[in-house]
């Protein structure tokens, strides 16, 4: 599917950096690029270490290193959002590693935790993290530049990574409308982590975006009508209030 929905990605952003306009420093292309390079190691890690390993352990995982690392970074780089703010990071990473945590069918397909699922599991995590401290330093007088110069990256490493697996095939009918969709959201999505990003903290924004799982599993109750664990209700629930806290800091 990505290899559908990241070139639409990539000619949509290149479309609205170009309407945007703004300068294109060193830094934009820079961070852009570096931002790309995590992104796209990170998709690779993850789903190299959902094949190979227990969801239910790589899911949490990397879903709290995708929060986490950005958090410890701003710390290093000295934000201090404040008491009430840091007790809703606290429950967002909880948060985030409950609601990510899935049933699976292990009883019946077992999967084992082994130290290259433990790898894959890590890099994927911080790969994640990482994408969002590069777009974070970016200069912000850049307008979506940098983001057009991450799905360069992306894109030439997932056709790269294909390319190399003989798995460069595109899909047709409806996993090809999905992707395309995909691709539409995927724009939408990014051009409003910037905005986050450059309008607030590191710590802040991107454990704030990391807690999409939850809105992946409201639609999976709403539109897929599937049924959900008390630790992934707990973990929405934690969710709404770690935002209000951040939000009233």
């Known amino acids: 599917m990505v290899l559908v ?4 990605a990539l000619v949509l952003l290149g479309t609205l950096a170009i309407a945007v306009g703004g300068p294109i420093p060193a830094g934009a292309i820079g961070w852009g690029l570096a931002s790309g390079i995590a992104l796209g190691l990170g998709g690779w890690w993850f789903y190299a270490a959902l094949g190979a390993g227990p969801i239910s352990v790589v899911s949490p995982i990397s879903a709290v290193l995708t929060a986490g690392v950005p958090v410890a970074v701003g710390f290093v780089m000295g934000e201090r959002p404040g008491t009430v ?20 069918d292990e009883d019946i ?6 130290r290259k699922v433990a790898w894959l ?18 200069p912000d007088d850049s307008g979506l530049w940098p983001l057009a110069f991450a799905r360069v990256a992306a894109a030439v490493l997932v056709f790269s990574a294909a390319t190399g697996a003989r798995e460069l095939r595109v899909p047709t009918g409806p996993p090809l409308k999905l992707a395309l969709v995909a691709g539409l959201s995927d724009t939408a999505a990014n051009v409003a982590m910037l905005l986050a990003l450059r309008g607030s903290d590191l710590a802040l924004a991107s454990v704030l975006i990391s807690l999409f799982p939850a809105v992946t599993v409201v639609l999976a109750i709403v539109v897929l009508r599937e049924r959900v664990h008390r630790g992934q209700v707990l973990g929405m629930v934690l969710a709404a209030v770690a935002v209000a806290m951040i939000t009233a800091r």
């Open 5 to 8: 929905s990241y070139p639409v």
């Open 85 to 104: 703010a840091d007790g809703g990071i606290v429950l967002a990473l909880l948060a985030v590693v409950l609601v990510s945590r899935q049933a699976t």
């Open 109 to 114: 397909r077992p999967h084992r935790f082994t």
């Open 121 to 138: 599991t890590v890099g994927a995590g911080v790969a994640f993290g990482l994408d969002f401290v590069f777009i974070h330093e970016a």
